[in-house]
């Protein structure tokens, strides 16, 4: 499985910005998908997952604020942001874990860089 990411970039703070993950390849073997977030400094943790059924996971921090999404017919999986806070700077990094054994994929990552 391979990951690109896209649509990061600058926006102040309470705007908004869609970022989108392409994975090669059929998705029928991808278990969850995910976005995770590592700000300078700080280890990357967990910003939401969707499940190939469909159920979502989010961090509290992004709850109401982050929607996740996937389109299996075009193998993207979407991280809509909202209310953009200084504090959702970051590199994200698309994450595929596919397989019997759940293996991990990452994608190169996309900054998001929120002003006050």
């Known amino acids: 499985v391979q990951l690109q990411a896209s649509g990061g970039g600058l926006v102040q703070a309470g705007g908004s910005l869609r970022l989108a993950c392409a994975a090669s390849g059929s998705m029928r073997n991808i278990n969850v998908l995910g976005w995770y977030r590592q700000a300078p400094g700080k280890q990357r943790d967990l910003v939401a997952n969707i499940m190939s059924g469909g159920s979502t996971n989010y961090a509290d921090s992004v709850k109401g604020r982050f929607t996740i999404s996937r389109d299996n017919a075009k193998n993207t999986v979407y991280l809509e942001m909202n209310s953009l806070k200084p504090e959702d700077t970051a590199v994200y990094y698309c994450?595929?874990?596919?397989?019997?054994?759940?293996?991990?994929?990452w994608g190169p990552g996309t900054l998001v860089t929120v002003s006050s």
């Open positions: 994450n595929a874990r596919a397989g019997i054994t759940w293996k991990s994929y």
